[in-house]
């Protein structure tokens, strides 16, 4: 069965650059999350989007931001990068009126 | 707001011992509650999960779940694992709905000795 993609899987930036990752939920699924999983620990909700729209929005910096598409698919736009934004950044899509959050690989961000 | 503890940050045990994941979780309204798992270098895998219904709930690969509303506890647990069950055990609970973001707990170690 088709899962979640992510891309890249693994990107390299200096401080203050720009980066974008992409997100391709399962097809059909209408509501894509993302996560912030610092090494060692838990990942944290970012943000989410049910047909296209923001739905919620968690401890996203304000240099980041999101969005989702007409075909669903979304991308986090994440500028001035810091050091801290080193982390492996999780998308997760569902169907709405199912409950269950399907995740992809994730992208691992190092930021020098 | 919701919250979810879990107890111990590691859990060692030697192959074909049972092993008990320890997971409490807070919240003001009805939830659902997942555990995931997480090998090392990769993503999030779905084990098991509890929206409704029966309280023992199974999963993949053997492992299995209780809910307790009363003790708001959804412990994981295998009769005898295997050293392919060492990993990252993290879990998770959502209010549901569309904006159902996942609360997930600090994770738990399962060190799997020979």
């Known amino acids: 069965a088709a899962g979640v993609i992510q891309s890249p899987r693994h990107l390299i930036k200096e401080k203050r650059e720009t980066a974008t990752l992409k997100c391709y939920p399962i097809p059909r699924h209408d509501t894509v999350y993302w996560y912030q999983q610092g090494p060692g620990q838990d990942p944290q909700f970012l943000i989410s989007?049910?047909?296209?729209?923001?739905?919620d929005k968690g401890s996203i910096p304000d240099r980041f931001s999101a969005q989702q598409f007409s075909d669903y698919h979304s991308e986090l736009n994440m500028s001035s990068l810091e050091l801290g934004d080193s982390a492996l950044y999780f998308c997760?899509?569902?169907?709405?009126?199912?409950?269950?959050?399907?995740f992809g690989p994730g992208t691992r961000l190092l930021v020098l | 707001a919701q919250s979810v503890t879990q107890l111990d940050s590691q859990v060692p045990v030697f192959e074909e011992a049972p092993v008990e994941l320890r997971c409490n979780y807070s919240s003001s309204v009805s939830v659902y509650l997942f555990w995931y798992v997480q090998y090392p270098n990769q993503g999030l895998q779905l084990l098991l999960k509890?929206?409704?219904?029966?309280?023992l709930v199974k999963g993949i690969n053997g492992f299995e779940a209780e809910f307790n509303k009363s003790q708001t506890s959804f412990h994981l647990r295998k009769p005898s694992v295997h050293i392919s069950d060492t990993a990252e055990y993290f879990c998770a609970v959502s209010e549901g709905g569309n904006t159902g973001k996942l609360i997930f707990g600090q994770g738990t170690t399962l060190q799997v000795k020979p």
């Open positions: 509890y929206l409704s219904g029966s309280t």
């Open positions: 997760a899509s569902s169907l709405t009126g199912k409950e269950t959050q399907y």
């Open positions: 989007f049910y047909e296209k729209m923001q739905s």
